[in-house]
């Protein structure tokens, strides 16, 4: 837990971003295994501050998606903090996360500009 506060800056909280109907099956079965978690091992998440990026380079085909404040604390998978392309470190859950961890849910739109823009830390 130590090290999960000191890479996420001392946010209690790791961000998934899904779909709508993605945000349902998982809250409907209660975890959530997105193809990733099979194909590498792991479920990408996102600390608050590269939200609005995360969105922009990888759910663009999305006009909104639900933004997924997880207490880190109650995730019961592994996180790890590790670097990514950018050189920046990010959240990787080692598991099916429990939807129990969930402790608010946001929605995001693009905006007329055809960009997400998610304010940090999200409401």
Known sequence: MDRLMQAGGGDPFVYLMMGPDDFARATDRGTWAPDSLGAE?????SPADQLTRVANKHYRRFDEVR?????????????RWEPAG???LYPHIFGPVNMDAVERVATARKGADGLFSIPDPVA
């Open 86 to 88: 950018d050189g920046r």
């Open 67 to 79: 933004v997924v404040a997880l207490r880190a604390d109650r995730v019961r998978p592994e996180i």
């Open 41 to 45: 091992g792991f479920i990408h998440a």
